[in-house]
C-alpha cells in the first residue's frame, strides 16, 4: 500500500513557477516509477504530464509540458517533485501525483491504467 500526499499548489501569473511536491508512505516508493497527472475543469480524464523510472534514469513528459516542468525524486525521502516553469492559463488544474502499480518497470509510462495509487490532488491555478 502507497499512500501519497501533494502540496505545492497555489496561485500563480502567467509565466511564473510552482513546485509541486509528493510525499510517499510505502517500503515500496523507491521501486516504482512515478507520474504527475492533471484534470482541468470539464475535463473527463486527467491528463498525464510527467513521469519518472523508479530509479530516476529516465522522465517522460507531455509535449504540452516539455521545457517547461522537470520531474524528480529523491528516493531517501520517499518525495516526487514537478518544477513548473513558464506557467500558462492552460497549465491551471488539479494536480495529481500518481505510483505505478508494477515494481522495477523498465520504462516510463503516461497511461493512467498502469498507476494503482494516486493523491488527493493540489490545484494550480494560473492567471492571465
Known amino acids: 500500500q502507497v499512500q501519497l500526499v501533494e502540496s505545492g499548489g497555489g496561485l500563480v501569473q502567467t509565466g511564473g513557477s510552482l513546485r509541486l511536491s509528493c510525499a510517499a508512505s510505502g517500503r515500496t516508493f523507491s521501486s516504482v516509477a512515478m507520474g504527475w497527472f492533471r484534470q482541468a475543469p470539464g475535463q473527463e480524464r486527467r491528463e498525464f504530464v510527467a513521469?519518472?523510472?523508479?530509479?530516476?534514469?529516465?522522465?517522460y513528459y507531455a509535449d504540452s509540458v516539455k521545457g517547461r516542468f522537470t520531474i524528480s525524486r529523491d528516493n531517501a525521502k520517499n518525495t516526487v517533485y514537478l518544477q513548473m516553469n513558464s506557467l500558462k492559463p492552460e497549465d491551471t488544474a488539479v494536480y495529481y501525483c500518481?505510483?505505478?502499480?508494477?515494481?522495477?518497470?523498465?520504462?516510463?509510462?503516461?497511461?493512467?491504467?498502469?498507476?494503482?495509487?494516486w493523491g488527493q490532488g493540489t490545484q494550480v491555478t494560473v492567471s492571465s
Open positions: 513521469a519518472i523510472k523508479w530509479d530516476g534514469a529516465s522522465t
Open positions: 500518481a505510483a505505478d502499480a508494477t515494481t522495477y518497470r523498465r520504462y516510463v509510462t503516461p497511461m493512467n491504467s498502469n498507476y494503482e495509487y
